[in-house]
């Protein structure tokens, strides 16, 4: 673990703040207590620390009455000590493997790693109607880091998000990743699935609309 992501996993509160901010984009210090439950003085003395880090930065926003107001996002050195797993080997190692044995081994290889989360994710759901086979998926995707966040906007038509993206340096390299990932949700929701935004593109988050099939 490097000295960033130590001192992100030390501070529960700077944690928590950081996590906020990478989930809801950009937020106010009484927006912040109010979701921590600690006073604005414990969230200014949190957010001033971070600031002297260059992890988040502040917008001021004038109002017509009283005095302006800032809300604080995160800056890019902050992704630096969010979850990822292991990028650059990760990437280094597909790179060997596309040098030693071609590019059809490398789409074998990714086609192979869907097909196992698939089987594990479809256990997890087994039994399950729709809603609940998405909130199972959610759950599932944020236990390997990707900060999920799904709702429904109509009569079944849903979006899916995720702020984080674990396997980022992977999947710009490699955007069979980002593939997998939008057939895996299909299959095992059995729903056309549209990705709309992705990080490896420069997003800040990736988005998918998400429409049930009218039969279940």
Known sequence: MNKHAAIFWKHSTKREILLMLKKR???SARDMAEQLGISQFAVRRHLYALQNDHYIQADTHRQKFGRPSSAYHLTRRAENILPHTYGKLATELIEGM???FGDSFVTRLFERRME???SKYRQEMDGQNFDERLATLAALQNQEGFMVQFAKK???EYTFEEVNCPVLQVAKQYRLACDCERRLFASLLDA???RTRCIADGDEKCCYRIIK???E
């Open 25 to 27: 984009g950009a937020v």
């Open 98 to 100: 596309e040098d030693l």
């Open 116 to 118: 196992r989360m698939k």
């Open 154 to 156: 109509h009569d079944g």
């Open 192 to 194: 056309d699935v549209e």
């Open 213 to 215: 099939k009218q039969d």
